[in-house]
């Protein structure tokens, strides 16, 4: 029998029988796998082993759990093709906390079904159906999903450019998909179906309304009750809600799907943030730029954006088609290439808060955290290769320090790599992504394998940020990319005068501007810290004779800086506090005629008290200010 050598995790080697299950090796080597990768490439369990580098990964790994999670959503789709005849299916991805699937069914679904769908996928379960990937032709595909009569998926397969696509059966059931999956429906233990939603099919308005079923699932019960306890204190820092109640932001369905209106709190918010930043990238020798919103279509053809269906909105000016921009990489590209350069230059950084617009699909917004027109702390660095490992160090802790600023102190590191759509050869690839993984590894910074997860033109590092729920969300991203100088032409004069290519770097520090703006209202619960709170202080006067004293302690505020608002009402001063705390306003002031007499003022803050003299409490308030401590409301 032939063998075959094979390379494990931590240099481990084995010779192993040719063709072998992996799930045979996995059972000995890592007892909890639920999906494998062979030589980088993702597969499933049941896979026969080949020669090269072998990796598993579990439920606690990002390409586990999207295994394992988008198998519940084929177990879910069986059963509700079983429990409801007719059925057509739409799609049913694993996503970033669980599954969904879009059905076209011959009755409305509503929550009422959703128990009963579950007790059918525990049945199909018990039947521990194997999931048996198969590669069929492209042709033989639409035959047999037009036999089916699941006209979605024979759309899906028309936009397939492929003389071959892979299927997984699980009994009777059948679905176009490329996995990996579980080896079998027994697999999936703990599920809980969460809400039925309507979901236009691709995102089209004019396209059918599917139902869309939304679930999770986890192998054990404890796990699953310990997530519905996260998402119920998640639901209560919801930043839709919070946002509403603050006066934060808003939406306007009839200006459009996805385009957050910042409201006055919200923007005192959003520009002490931005300042912040601003003054963070000067620090570190970043020049800031600004780019236009729109430029020419060719631009957009030559930067690879329109090729690879970047979402785009386009418009027509002048007989000229134009793209809006999806992304702020371009226009730095062009101000690097309006002039010669020199290897004296280098590095060059340009930081810009750019504004970008995508055409998420309808289906999936999500108040701030998923929206059409949003704006990126965006850099791009242009650096020589000798320079490359540095400048990749520089941002790692560049954005490390950032989250620390804003309380995010536990997070996960991915590489992230060459998605199926990409531009540039294997050699430009591999130049990358081996810049990425020594920067990381040289510096003792864990990371997992994201495979396939790289943008288009270049490999990269994704940061994980973890709230305060517990829940991880896409942060900061790192990319290397020898695609776009290559597209663009971009040179510098090295030492021996003779012109060279540099490297570029695309870099966020946070995220997406506006989702992570709807990440620190959940995290924070909307109790933002001192420094970044809408109204840092409320002055409330005990009685109409406090008045003139609590107008001076306005004013003295309002002089050094700080955000306060006077209430002045009627209303009784337990009611005005508690007002001012349902508001998540930091500092409540109650002055009266014993802090007019003696000039001091009482200060309010996470049900505690004390009175101090107004000039401790302004210049007490000014340093917790400038330093950017988070404060009790956020460390409680």
Not at 83 to 94: D, E, N, R
Not at 200 to 208: H, M, N, Q
Not at 255 to 260: E, I
Not at 273 to 302: A, C, M, N
Request: aromatic share 10%.
């Amino acid at each position: 029998m032939e063998k075959v050598l094979i390379h494990y995790q931590n240099g481990v080697e084995r010779l192993v029988e040719a063709g072998l299950p992996i799930l045979a090796l996995a059972e000995e080597l890592c007892p909890d796998a639920l999906a494998a990768s062979l030589n980088g490439r993702v597969c499933d369990l049941t896979a026969p082993v080949a020669a090269g580098e072998l990796r598993f990964y579990t439920f606690e790994d990002r390409v586990g759990r999207a295994t394992y999670w988008h198998t519940a959503s084929h177990v879910m789709a069986q059963a509700v093709q079983e429990l409801f005849p007719g059925t057509k299916l739409g799609i049913g991805p694993a996503v970033e906390e669980g599954f969904y699937y879009d059905f076209d069914t011959p009755k409305p679904l509503s929550h009422y079904h959703l128990e009963k769908i579950e007790q059918r996928m525990a049945e199909i379960a018990a039947r521990a159906l194997p999931l048996v990937r198969e590669e069929i032709s492209h042709q033989e595909a639409v035959r047999l999903f037009t036999e089916r009569d699941e006209p979605y998926k024979v759309e899906l397969l028309q936009g397939i450019d492929a003389p071959r696509v892979s299927i997984y059966r699980q009994g009777d059931f059948v679905d176009l998909c490329t996995g990996p999956h579980l080896p079998n429906t027994s697999w999936v233990k703990a599920v809980k179906l969460q809400q039925v939603a309507g979901a236009y099919w691709r995102g089209d308005e004019k396209r059918p309304m599917l139902q869309r079923i939304y679930g999770i699932a986890f192998p054990t019960q404890e796990q699953l009750d310990e997530h519905l306890a996260r998402l119920e204190e998640a639901a209560k820092r919801d930043h839709r809600r919070i946002g509403k109640e603050m006066g934060l932001f808003a939406f306007f369905p009839e200006a459009g799907l996805g385009l957050p209106f910042y409201l006055p709190n919200g923007t005192v918010v959003r520009q002490a943030i931005e300042r912040f930043l601003i003054d963070e990238h000067r620090k570190r020798g970043y020049q800031v730029v600004w780019t236009p919103h729109i430029y020419k279509t060719e631009i957009w053809q030559r930067s690879g954006h329109r090729e690879k269906g970047y979402g785009m909105f386009f418009t027509e000016v002048d007989g000229h088609e134009y793209g809006i921009k999806p992304m702020n990489c371009p226009g730095h590209i062009l101000i690097y290439a309006s002039q010669p350069r020199s290897y004296r230059d280098l590095p060059i950084r340009y930081f810009e808060l750019g504004t970008v617009y995508r055409a998420e699909q309808a289906g999936v917004a999500q108040g701030l955290l998923r929206v059409r027109g949003f704006t990126q702390d965006d850099a791009h660095i242009f650096c020589t290769p000798e320079q490359l490992d540095e400048e990749i160090a520089g941002v790692i802790q560049f954005a490390t320090d950032m989250l620390g600023v804003f309380g995010f102190r536990n997070h996960k590191f991915y590489l992230s790599t060459r998605p199926e759509q990409s531009l540039g050869d294997d050699e430009i690839w591999e130049r990358a992504t081996n810049a990425l993984v020594q920067a990381m590894e040289k510096r003792g910074v864990p990371y997992e394998v994201d495979p396939g997860a790289g943008v288009f033109y270049g490999p990269k590092i994704d940061v994980h940020l973890q709230d305060a729920v517990g829940r991880y969300w896409q942060g900061p991203t790192i990319q290397v990319d020898f695609n776009l100088p290559e597209r663009f032409d971009l040179t510098y004069i090295d030492s021996d005068n003779r012109p060279k290519r540099p490297v570029m770097v695309h870099r966020v520090v946070l995220a997406g501007f506006d989702r992570f703006f709807g990440l620190l209202i959940e995290h924070y619960a909307g109790h933002f810290p001192l420094w970044l709170a809408p109204v840092q202080v409320k002055v409330l006067p005990v009685s109409e004779r406090a008045h003139e004293y609590a107008e001076k302690v306005q004013q003295a505020l309002a002089e050094a800086g700080i955000r306060s608002q006077l209430d002045e009402s009627s209303e009784t001063v337990s009611y005005r506090v508690r007002a001012s705390e349902m508001e998540r306003v930091p500092l409540i002031v109650v002055v009266g005629p014993r802090e007019a007499e003696k000039g001091t003022v009482t200060v309010r803050r996470c049900g505690k008290q004390q009175t101090l003299p107004l000039s401790e409490f302004l210049q007490a308030t000014l340093e917790e200010i400038m330093s950017k401590r988070l404060g009790p409301e956020v460390e409680q």
